[in-house]
């Protein structure tokens, strides 16, 4: 059965940093792209970053460039989001995906 999961997401004040994880099963890890996504309340879904298999190409919205890093593990199935320099309008839930698939999300909330 295929299946994500994400974890990391906490209260954090503005400035703060926090790394986000995605655990995958189900699938071939290793030959699939992933992808993080978030939605603020009262918005859409909208698209934050990617990375090719292998981890040899990432994109990112340009809105996060340069605070939002991707990397994965395929060792360990994961794909992580390393988010520094957190603002309150980073406050979203945070979905991983693949293939398609989506995660429940977790919630990351950026406050003092």
């Known amino acids: 059965q295929q299946h994500i999961v994400e974890s990391g997401g906490v209260l954090v004040q503005p400035g703060g940093s926090l790394r986000l994880a995605c655990t995958a099963s189900g699938f071939i890890f290793s030959q699939s792209y992933m992808g993080w996504h978030r939605q603020a309340p009262g918005k859409a879904r909208e698209y934050v970053a990617s990375v090719t298999t292998g981890g040899f190409v990432s994109w990112y919205v340009d809105s996060v460039k340069g605070r939002f890093t991707i990397a994965r593990d395929d060792a360990k199935n994961a794909v992580y989001l390393q988010i520094d320099n957190l603002k309150p309008e980073d406050t979203a839930v945070y979905y991983c995906?693949?293939?398609?698939?989506w995660g429940p999300g977790t919630q990351v909330t950026v406050s003092s």
């Open positions: 995906s693949a293939r398609g698939l």
